[in-house]
């Protein structure tokens, strides 16, 4: 009966759209020299794609199709090739812009960095089990395989307390909070942490992730010291 209940509401749409949304804000204010083309031609984009996404499922994640999921992956891939030459473009100026726009990059990387986040986060929810739709509306022997084990998916034979809200007690399911928490973790410690990547794309997306949060972050710290140095 708790499967049934939750294949008919799906997952909320609001927070995933809320997300995106801010991941579009966040590159749409970086500073000109951070920005691919004209600064509005790319979030122009991705809101449109967010939009027509949105369409589809209004509320809930219920209906699935394969020119949405090819619109929401396109989405994904968009939200992170730009970010990722933003960050290249950042590299480059921290390195080579003097102190005086110090505070203007260290800004910026902040953006970059918590774009990654959401962006990664996106992805990995996009991806597991086959994305949002699939994950409450299929029955778990037809799910793909997992790309990352979850603490839930191993409480089980806990204590009753722990127990009572693992995967296979309450029929628990990951949602988009769940890959953002997990997102942040990995480009804060620089590795998984409570939840693991199974598959091969996971452990490459994982990787990539928490190497370009060390790139930023090293780079962040030495600009801040040396602009305090001068």
Not at 12 to 22: E, F, G, Q
Not at 70 to 82: D, E, F, K, M
Request: hydrophobic share 50%.
């Amino acid at each position: 009966m708790v499967a049934t209940a939750r294949a008919r509401r799906g997952e909320a749409r609001l927070p995933s759209a809320l997300v995106v949304v801010v991941a579009i804000a966040l590159y749409a204010l970086l500073p000109e020299q951070l920005v691919i083309g004209p600064r509005l031609v790319i979030p122009g984009l991705e809101v449109a794609l967010l939009v027509a996404l949105v369409c589809v499922n209004p509320y809930r994640m219920t209906r699935d199709t394969p020119w949405s999921r090819i619109a929401a992956l396109t989405l994904v891939c968009l939200i992170a090739v730009a970010n990722a030459v933003a960050l290249v473009l950042l590299l480059r100026q921290l390195v080579t812009t003097g102190s005086d726009e110090a505070v203007e990059l260290l800004i910026a990387a902040g953006q970059v960095w918590l774009t990654n986040v959401i962006v990664y986060g996106i992805a990995y929810w996009e991806l597991d089990r086959g994305g949002p739709v699939a994950r409450t509306h299929l029955p778990r022997v037809r799910l793909p395989p997992a790309d990352f084990r979850f603490p839930q998916d191993e409480d089980a034979d806990a204590i009753v307390e722990v127990r009572i809200r693992s995967s296979r007690a309450s029929d628990w399911v990951p949602t988009v909070v769940d890959y953002l928490y997990m997102s942040l973790t990995n480009s804060s410690a620089f590795s998984p942490t409570d939840t693991m990547p199974l598959s091969t794309r996971a452990k490459v997306l994982m990787g990539i992730e928490s190497t370009s949060a060390l790139f930023i972050s090293v780079l962040v710290i030495a600009k801040g010291v040396g602009s305090l140095g001068q």
